[in-house]
């Protein structure tokens, strides 16, 4: 009797855990975007570390990759793949620069539409402007406990035939950006968690060159 | 009674037809053929893990664009599945391949849905899966290789290790060549359209 009664216990400990850590519906979403907009606005450069995982169906687990990411007003982006291949893909002034190994390929944003919308997007969220972008986006607003989590639905019809929405994950505590969900029609999905982030400290121009 | 002009034109057409497809590509010409009177099993290009999947950082240059991501296949008893992911992770095209070298596209981003891109993607990677020749196909020995072809698509075979494979439209025209290359590197070129696709292992 003693052994069921414990079982019951963990069950239900563990039950309050899982409610615990859910999702929840944010009911004053407005006194956060007016607090996480005043925090990304001061946000000049930034550097972290990510881990992306990317989980498809048909998997037994995620495929999974690790680097170093850096961001610097008002629109260099460096993304350096370090594990389990080493690439970088570099966004600056309009240009993308994919330097693989030997080979290095330039091309225009412009003429390459989804990395312009995904550059946007990730620009984006970091600087804050996608939260009051109602013209192209829907949105919803949730919380856990550590985290406010706005959820954007695309209005595009190109980009929501490959994007359902994304999730982006914010700190309760500093307004950081701590994880990018892209959700795509099928169900599968694309996490990139930002880690050991720093704000506002120098970076070297030829980071993005 | 004579032919008339529309049916012997009809005739030369049927006989051009006949002996673009029924001839095998100029370079088997001069190998001694074997027809096999059982299937034959290759080995497979892509490199497996043990759990059944490959993952490899995949280049493609075609119509003056580069796109790269991870291209990962994962086979089962039942077919071959391989989807191909941009750098975001996003996915580009999702396929499915049965035991008999059918094919059925899951999925394909919007950008990319056009007939010829499908097909040429298809069938490029379609070259990296098969590992059975039917009975009834032929197989040639030269020097130390041995080759077996199944229409349209020859592989040839050293040390019992698929190294190259071509894939044909009639006699002599080479659509595409996967081969592949130092440290399993796998390249596929394609003529007309002109597209070239680099997979580099990461497993």
């Known amino acids: ?209 | 009674m004579s032919l008339s002009r529309k049916s012997i034109k009809i005739y030369l057409l049927f006989v051009l037809f006949l002996g673009l497809y029924s001839c095998a590509p100029k370079v088997l010409n001069g190998l001694e053929k074997q027809t096999l009177n059982q299937s034959v099993s290759l080995a497979s290009m892509i490199d497996y893990q043990e759990n059944g999947q490959a993952n490899y950082r995949c280049k493609i240059d075609a119509f003056e664009q580069h796109i790269s991501g991870m291209m990962i296949f994962k086979k089962t008893e039942q077919n071959r599945r391989v989807v191909m992911m941009t750098d975001f992770g996003l996915k580009v095209i999702d396929i499915s391949y049965d035991n008999e070298g059918g094919y059925v596209i899951n999925y394909i981003m919007k950008h990319f849905d056009y007939k010829f891109i499908r097909e040429s993607f298809a069938l490029n990677i379609a070259m990296l899966l098969q590992t059975r020749i039917p009975q009834g196909n032929n197989s040639y020995q030269r020097a130390e290789d041995w080759v077996y072809y199944a229409p349209p698509v020859l592989f040839f075979q050293k040390d019992q290790q698929t190294l190259r494979v071509e894939r044909y439209r009639g006699k002599n025209k080479c659509l595409a060549i996967a081969e592949m290359q130092k440290n399993a590197v796998i390249r596929i070129q394609q003529n007309k359209p002109e597209i070239s696709i680099k997979l580099i292992p990461v497993n």
Not at chain 1, 71 to 82: A, G, N, S, T, V
Not at chain 1, 147 to 170: A, C, G, N, T, V
Request: glycine share 4%; hydrophobic share 40%.
């Open chain 1, 1 to 209: 009797m003693k052994i069921k009664s414990a079982f019951v216990f963990i069950g239900l400990l563990f039950l309050s855990f899982a409610l615990w850590a859910q999702e929840q519906k944010l009911e004053n979403p407005q006194e956060w975007i007016t607090k996480i907009e005043s925090q990304t606005k001061t946000v000049l450069s930034l550097q972290a570390r990510f881990e992306q995982q990317k989980v498809l169906s048909f998997l037994d687990g995620a495929v999974i990759s690790k680097g170093e990411f850096w961001f610097l007003q008002p629109d260099k982006i460096r993304w350096e793949y370090q594990e389990p291949y080493h690439y970088t893909m570099i966004m600056n002034d309009g240009l993308l620069t994919v330097k693989d190994g030997a080979d290095e390929f330039k091309s225009d944003m412009s003429s390459n539409q989804m990395f312009d919308q995904m550059n946007s997007l990730i620009t984006g969220s970091i600087k804050g402007d996608l939260l009051s972008d109602s013209k192209n986006y829907r949105k919803e607003y949730y919380q856990n406990e550590a985290h406010i989590i706005i959820r954007f639905y695309p209005k595009d019809q190109q980009l929501s035939s490959y994007l359902d929405y994304m999730e982006i994950w914010f700190s309760k505590e500093n307004a950081d950006v701590k994880m990018m969900l892209m959700h795509e029609p099928s169900g599968d999905y694309t996490k990139m968690i930002f880690t050991e982030i720093k704000k506002n400290e120098n970076i070297e121009l030829d980071v993005f060159e």
